[in-house]
């Protein structure tokens, strides 16, 4: 099965895909709490654990009494 997933992605992808390393693209390699444990250790970009904290919303329009609230048909 998995002989036939690679050669379907070959056909799929076509030329330029040919020396792909299949590994790298193995989801058992990845480990999430190394992934994060790396990203907290790297010291390139400086936390400014202040601006973490703080909530920014967008202020929102006071409804006049009878008006209805907006609201997205397509997730409702």
Known sequence: ??????DQMKN???EGFEDLD???L???QYDPRRIIRE??????APVNHSELNQVKTKAQ???????T????IEST
């Open 26 to 28: 193995d989801p058992r």
């Open 39 to 44: 990203a907290l250790l790297e010291e390139d």
């Open 61 to 67: 329009p006071k409804l006049q009494p009878g008006e």
């Open 69 to 72: 609230p907006p609201y997205d």
């Open 22 to 24: 299949w590994k790298k």
């Open 1 to 6: 099965m998995a002989n036939n997933a690679q």
């Open 12 to 14: 799929e992808l076509g």
